[in-house]
């Protein structure tokens, strides 16, 4: 009597035991498929990163300088215009501390009581564009601040009259 009992129940724990094993199996099965998604979606994460990471090309001089935008209309408006080809501005010394050129076109304007500093890349008026070496206090719109700023760009720039060409640089 005891076998009759035992035979089935092991039959029952062979079956059930082989189930649980074909889920593992089939839940390992489609893990790499989520892995390869995941990844997948990453790697197209990234390269919307890469699109939005646009920077202000500053060519000057024989110098390439290279700005990061700030978050306003006036620089997204600043890239649009940039997206159709680079544009050249002469630049003049002002006030022994900027650079200002007139723009081709206008920009909006999103001015605010700011001190600049070197570096600075500055929309004035709404259709003048400035790169400061040295310190303003005024209520202006900040475009771009250059990188790895340091006591060249005033060399860079140079004294008297530049041209400067804008362009859009992919980081």
């Not at 035991?17 to 990234?46: D, F, H, I, M, W």
């Not at 719109?141 to 992919?170: F, H, M, P, Q, W």
Request: charged share 25%; aromatic share 6%; glycine share 6%.
């Amino acid at each position: 009597m005891k076998k009759l009992i035992i035979i089935p129940l092991l039959l029952l724990t062979v079956l059930l035991y082989g189930c649980s094993e074909r889920q593992v199996n089939s839940s390992t099965a489609t893990e790499p498929e989520s892995t390869e998604q995941t990844t997948l979606t990453s790697e197209k994460n990234s390269e919307n990163d890469k699109e939005t990471q646009e920077m202000l090309k500053i060519d000057v001089n024989g110098h390439t300088l290279l700005a990061d935008f700030e978050n306003n209309s006036s620089a997204e408006a600043l890239k649009e215009k940039l997206k159709n080809g680079s544009i050249e501005i002469e630049m003049s010394d002002y006030g022994s501390f900027e650079k200002v050129g007139d723009l081709p076109f206008s920009l909006p304007r999103n001015d605010e009581n700011i001190t600049t500093e070197a570096g600075d890349v500055i929309l004035y008026q709404g259709n003048k564009l400035t790169i400061y070496y040295d310190t303003n206090s005024w209520s202006f719109t900040r475009i771009a601040k250059i990188r790895n700023v340091n006591t060249d760009l005033k060399k860079i720039l140079g004294s008297g009259d530049i041209s400067v060409r804008l362009s859009l640089e992919a980081e």
